[in-house]
């Protein structure tokens, strides 16, 4: 099983997230926007991490450039939003994560897909 | 001293000649003329206030050369690609969008005409007519930041509303009682409708105000369609549906957005499940063309009664017999399709007949940056 970090400004969202990994055995941690999310893994130390792009305070490209995903090879980051087909969407590509998903689409069980999918890849 | 008639026909001459200066003069986008050779023979004022050119530095000089160009997207553009070049060649007007080089080394978007002087049936020349495009771009970027927010301010809430209903349905905050199911399976329908509904508008504003954002880079086809087929596998399996994939032996790499490329697919296989009765399958199936991929996606479904075959592609139209099977939908996902096969310069078509089942052809370009590049059929 895995550390997930999950960053998400959405409160109901962000619980929700917490509460179908844990389920699913793995160990969380949650953070409110990137900057949050930065403090964080730095102790957590996670193997993956679940990005929202729009946040307040530091938004998920933001994350994505101070964090370094070239400092971090062993991280691997899903980014979780609800911009379809958006620049933002390609930019997150060209910082190197490894999936985007649209969470309007996303049910529980397609969380947990991805992120069996995506841990595998490893 | 001329005869009368000599004298009065070459101040007719004059006049005409003072006429068509007037009207060159007069014209209200930028205008300049060339003669056969492509040297400049004529700048009206407008093209010397949009490029900050005077008559002196631009008359007799070779265009290619004082006027450098660029793409839209500003990589550069060959000698033998810019459009007075390729009307030369071809004899015909040429359209295009592109970035004219100014001499402070700055640039501006314009939409450009070139067409050829034609006298006594003869190519004495060229006309380039091009209007300053800045602030239709600006608004078209403002039109896209736009769609883009009201797309995630409405999908915020439904997100929410599908994550829990979903976890009320899986058991997540304890059992359901057997008639709370049906119930709760009724709003997960209705959000997944709305869903839906939320990315085909805003798919038809980028469409038809063509501000789809396209970003290029190398894929492998058969790539694209797994990370699809995994995405609906689920869809799949709960209407008991099976997708067969028929790789190619060989990486399929085309040059293409495949952000678009995965949503083309993904309504067209989603599509192909919704039409097919359980126990059917859904085949797609990917080749290798000399200039294009071409994917093809098979069901053993429903299929499209030959009468409407001319009317598949049009805005909100929706079969006789797809109603009948499905009551819910739009008639936008395949006119979407048609939109998002265009901005990637492919090609879709279909073969079908009423319950024999139907296939859809896409063929993109491996190549989709150079715009007059036509798939391969």
Redesign the interface.
């Known amino acids: 099983m895995a550390r997930i970090l999950i960053v998400e400004d959405d409160r109901d969202l962000n619980a929700a997230y917490q509460i179908i990994l844990n389920r699913a055995g793995h160990t969380v941690a949650s953070a409110l926007n990137g900057e949050q999310a930065l403090r964080t893994a730095k102790d957590f130390q996670p193997d993956l991490i679940l990005l929202d792009l729009l946040m307040p305070v530091m938004g998920g490209l933001a994350f994505l450039q101070a964090y370094d995903l070239d400092e971090h090879t062993d991280v691997k980051v899903v980014i979780f939003t609800n911009m379809e087909n958006s620049p933002e969407v390609t930019q997150a590509y060209n910082l190197g994560v490894t999936r985007c998903i649209i969470k309007s689409w996303t049910a529980p069980q397609n969380l947990m897909r991805v992120v069996d999918d995506v841990l595998q890849s490893h | 001293m001329l005869p009368h008639d000599a004298g009065h026909s070459s101040q007719k001459v004059a006049e005409v000649q003072a006429e068509s200066e007037a009207i060159f003069r007069s014209i209200g986008d930028g205008a300049i003329a060339t003669d056969e050779f492509g040297h400049i023979t004529r700048i009206n004022p407008m093209a010397q206030r949009i490029l900050g050119l005077k008559p002196k530095e631009a008359l007799g000089q070779w265009f290619p050369r004082i006027l450098p160009i660029m793409r839209e997207d500003k990589t550069p553009l060959a000698l033998i690609e810019r459009p007075i070049v390729q009307m030369f060649l071809t004899g015909k007007s040429v359209t295009a969008k592109v970035r004219y080089i100014l001499k402070d080394g700055s640039s501006v978007p314009v939409s450009i005409t070139v067409s050829p002087i034609i006298l006594n049936g003869r190519p004495v020349g060229a006309i380039e007519v091009f209007r300053d495009i800045t602030e239709e771009q600006e608004i078209d970027r403002m039109k896209s930041e736009f769609i883009?927010l009201a797309?995630?301010q409405l999908?915020?809430p439904?997100?929410?509303i599908?994550?829990?209903t979903?976890?009320l349905a899986?058991g997540?905050f304890g059992p359901l009682a057997a008639p709370q199911t049906a119930p709760l399976q009724t709003v997960i329908t209705a959000a997944n409708t709305m869903?839906e509904l939320?990315?085909v508008l805003?798919n038809i504003a980028?469409i038809e105000s063509g501000s789809?954002?396209i970003?290029t880079s190398e894929y492998d086809a058969a790539q694209l369609v797994t990370d699809v087929i995994?995405?609906l596998q689920?869809t799949a399996d709960a209407r008991g549906v099976r997708l067969r994939f028929i790789r190619p032996a060989a990486p399929a790499n085309l040059c293409t957005d495949s952000?678009?490329a995965k949503?083309i697919l993904a309504n067209l296989i989603s599509n192909a499940i919704k039409y097919t009765p359980t126990l059917g399958t859904v085949t797609i199936r990917v080749r290798d063309l000399q200039h294009s991929v071409r994917i093809a996606v098979h069901d053993t479904g429903i299929g499209i009664p030959r009468q409407v075959h001319d009317k598949i592609f049009a805005k909100f139209f929706r079969a006789p017999n797809a109603v009948r099977e499905e009551t819910v939908g739009t008639g936008l996902g395949l006119y979407v399709v048609q939109g998002l096969v265009t901005t990637l310069h492919g090609k879709i078509w279909f073969r079908s007949a009423e319950d024999a089942g139907s296939t859809f052809y896409v063929s993109l370009p491996k190549s989709s940056v150079s715009p007059g590049r036509t798939a391969d059929l």
């Open positions: 883009s797309s995630h999908r915020t439904l997100s929410t599908k994550t829990y979903h976890m899986d997540y869903n939320i990315s805003l980028r789809i954002a970003s995994k995405q689920i952000l678009i949503e």
